[in-house]
Each structure stands twice: as C-alpha cells, then as structure tokens.
C-alpha cells in the first residue's frame, strides 16, 4: 500500500475539489486570508531586489498577532514529524512562530541565531540540549531558503542531524528545491498561492 507524507497529501488536497471540504483545509484557507489582511500592504515599496511595487507582504504584522499567530501554531502542530525532539526556531522570524509551536505541541524549543555570539556562552543555539536529538527548523517564510541552509550547516558541523524544516508560507521561489538539494524537506502549512487565492 502506497503512503504519502503530510506534506504531500496537503500538495494533493490542495490541487482536488476535497480540499476545500476538508475539515483542516477549511481551516487552512482561512487562515491565508487572515494571514493576507493582516499582512499585505499598499503603497509605494522597494523590494530587496530593488523593484518598485505597490504592494508588499509585511510577515511581523502576523508574527506579532497573538491570537492570529496561536492559530498558526495550532495549524503548524499536526505537520511537525512524529518523532521531532527538539524544535528549532531561526533568527529572527522563526523565534515568535517556534515558542508558540512549542507550548502548542509541547515539544522543547531552540533558538539559532545566526551566527554565534561573541561573549557569554558564544553559542549559536540558544534553549533546549540538541546533541544526539531528532530537531525539525522552523522558519516563518521561505524565499530561497538560504536562511534554512545556512543554520543547517552551522548544525551539521555540531554533529547535529538536519533533514527537515517547517515554515508558515513558501513563497514559492525556489527554497524547496534548493533545500531538496541540501538535503532538506520542506513542510509548509500555506504557499504563496494559497496567500494570493484568499478571499473574502
């Protein structure tokens, strides 16, 4: 019998009539178009590419929500694997949506920062005891994934085990690819399509 990860039945509900009949999908949607009022702006903005746009998607105004970002936790919780340990929340977007994920699963959380600091501990990984443990990343909004990459690496080279991060929104950029490459599945509970589809 054929099995599929929860990442791919999300691809496959998403792209089916069920979908939207769903019980978690229903939820799902909603939550995009809550994510969408609260973060989409409009106005005269330079992109960090340095394009001009008249709109702009402000993730902290959802990541500073609490009771909008409680629902995303709750929504992110049945997507982490059932044998995680450890959460790691990545600096600086991933700590606000990691140590809601974290009371809501009741799994211990990590922070990564992104580089080591330069006194006290001169640790990168603040929080929960990684060694020998299972970790998942968790980042808020994925682009190229570079961010992901990055601690992985920092990780790896602690002996530490990375092979799968969860996110809020993949943008749809080319991060799961390049963490595909790096060896990293991405598990995210909304895509940038699902953001631009909401509606009222």
Same mark, same amino acid.
């Given at each position: 019998?054929?099995?599929? =990860? =929860?990442?791919?039945?999300?691809?496959? &509900?998403?792209?089916?009539?069920?979908?939207?009949?769903?019980?978690?999908?229903?939820?799902?949607?909603? &939550?995009?178009?809550?994510?969408?009022?609260?973060?989409?702006?409009h106005g005269d903005? =330079?992109? @960090?590419?340095?394009?001009?746009?008249?709109?702009?998607?402000?993730?902290?105004?959802?990541?500073?929500?609490?009771?909008?970002?409680?629902?995303?936790?709750?929504?992110?919780?049945?997507?982490?694997?059932?044998?995680?340990?450890?959460?790691?929340?990545?600096?600086?977007?991933?700590?606000?949506?990691?140590?809601?994920?974290?009371?809501?699963?009741? &799994?211990?959380?990590?922070?990564? @920062?992104?580089?080591?600091?330069?006194?006290?501990?001169?640790?990168?990984?603040?929080?929960?005891?990684?060694?020998?443990?299972?970790?998942?990343?968790?980042?808020?909004?994925?682009?190229?994934?570079?961010?992901?990459?990055?601690?992985?690496n920092m990780l790896?080279?602690?002996?530490?085990?990375?092979?799968?991060?969860?996110?809020?929104?993949?943008?749809?950029?080319?991060?799961?690819?390049?963490?595909?490459?790096?060896?990293?599945?991405?598990?995210?509970? &909304?895509?940038?399509?699902?953001?631009?589809?909401?509606?009222?």
């Amino acid at each position: 019998m054929k099995t599929f =990860t =929860t990442s791919t039945m999300l691809v496959i &509900l998403r792209n089916s009539n069920i979908f939207k009949d769903y019980k978690y999908g229903r939820k799902v949607l909603n &939550l995009a178009l809550r994510i969408k009022e609260a973060a989409e702006i409009h106005g005269d903005f =330079t992109l @960090r590419s340095g394009k001009k746009s008249n709109l702009y998607f402000d993730k902290y105004r959802f990541e500073s929500d609490p009771l909008l970002l409680a629902d995303v936790a709750k929504a992110m919780s049945p997507l982490v694997p059932a044998k995680t340990q450890v959460l790691c929340g990545l600096e600086m977007g991933g700590i606000p949506v990691v140590t809601m994920l974290s009371h809501f699963s009741q &799994l211990p959380a990590a922070f990564i @920062r992104k580089a080591p600091k330069e006194y006290g501990t001169c640790k990168f990984a603040e929080g929960a005891d990684l060694a020998a443990k299972r970790i998942v990343l968790v980042e808020d909004v994925v682009s190229s994934g570079g961010a992901i990459i990055d601690a992985a690496n920092m990780l790896r080279a602690s002996g530490i085990d990375v092979d799968t991060a969860i996110c809020v929104i993949d943008r749809q950029t080319g991060g799961a690819e390049n963490l595909r490459k790096a060896g990293i599945s991405l598990i995210s509970v &909304l895509q940038a399509s699902d953001i631009e589809a909401a509606s009222n």
